[in-house]
């Protein structure tokens, strides 16, 4: 089946394998669970009204943190399993992942913070504020970055993510995840908050499938071999239903919301961040640093893989476990009754 990429053979093919995939899962969990409360964050400054505010912010506190497991997964599993990709990868990309991480931390001291000091109330908003674009931007300069191959040409203290493409895709990360955090707001809360989330998300679903095609055209443009890969005979017939499906998910979000729907919306956003996970995937396979290194040459050997994938086979489960426990007893809208406990 993977033939056509390596000469690798029995445990040397699938453990290799086998630890992509766990780490696209922790990836792809990460975007997804961190990526709303992001969004909060992103559009924390457009609700009107201080009470507003309040809710948005109480509507994400109890899960932000445990959404972020998944990153530290992500980077520690990079570390383990991939340990000559990490090595090339960190290296390149120092300060849009330190601005992040800055990023992550400012906006988790404006959780505490916010609710505890009413003089400062206006500084730590808009630290949550700051904190949550700069952490988006840097994301998607990055994915930006290591999708047009810095990684692999300027190497460590370079500055070639600064180049259009990886700044595109850090606004287009913006909208994405403001997407997320409305079609949240919308799930979570009612009255006034929820219909101004609902007008924000039928905008932003217009301006994510907007640069997502822009995205989608841009990236063959650039790469032959991406190219290649979406438009040869016959794989533009086997890989259409991607980008059909990414239609058909816009036009179902912007209906959901228009007809007052509040579950689909945001799962439904959901599953379109995953197709354009699943085209980014495509695009790439099996390259783990485009350009130089694939899965099976990066990967770490058989018997480091196996040791750690025995950990990941056990501690996944329990992650997704409370996590989902978590979200089981943070169920339903935000009440009033909520907010008092954050003073």
């Not at 924390?44 to 509507?59: C, L, N, Q, Y």
């Not at 990309?93 to 800055?102: A, D, E, I, Q, S």
């Not at 991607?242 to 058909?248: C, D, E, F, N, S």
């Amino acid at each position: 089946m993977f033939e056509a990429f390596t000469d690798a053979t029995g445990w040397d093919l699938w453990l290799p394998l086998a630890a992509a995939a766990v780490i696209g899962f922790a990836v792809a969990m990460y975007v997804l669970m961190d990526g709303f409360d992001l969004g909060v964050g992103i559009l924390f400054p457009g609700a009107a009204r201080t009470e507003w505010r309040d809710a948005m912010m109480v509507s994400v506190a109890p899960v932000w943190d445990g959404n972020e497991t998944w990153l530290v997964m992500g980077g520690g599993g990079l570390l383990a399993l991939f340990p000559l990709a990490y090595a090339t990868l960190l290296p390149a990309f120092y300060l849009p992942l330190t601005l992040m991480l800055l990023a992550l931390i400012l906006r988790g001291v404006a959780f505490e913070f916010r609710f505890k000091s009413e003089a400062h109330k206006p500084f730590w908003s808009g630290a949550f504020h700051l904190g949550s674009v700069v952490a988006t931007l840097c994301q998607g300069i990055v994915l930006g970055a290591f999708v047009e191959g810095h990684a692999t040409v300027d190497g460590a203290g370079s500055w070639g993510w600064l180049s259009p493409f990886p700044l595109f895709v850090g606004l287009a990360m913006l909208a994405g995840y403001g997407l997320l955090g409305a079609t949240w707001i919308v799930k979570k809360t009612t009255g006034g908050l929820q219909a101004w989330a609902r007008g924000v998300a039928e905008r932003l679903v217009a301006v994510v499938a907007l640069a997502m095609a822009i995205v989608s055209l841009w990236m063959p443009l650039a790469a032959p071999e991406v190219a290649e890969r979406w438009f040869a005979w016959p794989n533009i017939v086997v890989l259409a239903p991607i980008p059909l499906a990414a239609a058909v998910l816009c036009l179902a979000i912007f209906v959901g919301l228009r007809r007052g729907g509040e579950d689909l919306p945001f799962y439904g956003s959901f599953a379109l961040f995953l197709t354009g996970y699943a085209g980014l995937a495509v695009s790439l396979f099996p390259n783990l640093v485009p350009g130089r290194y694939d899965i099976w040459q990066a990967a770490a050997g058989p018997a480091s893989l196996s040791f750690a994938l025995v950990g990941v086979v056990v501690m996944i489960p329990i992650i997704l476990g409370y996590t989902l426990y978590n979200y089981h007893v943070f169920r339903g809208k935000v009440r009033p009754e909520d907010m008092e406990g954050y003073h």
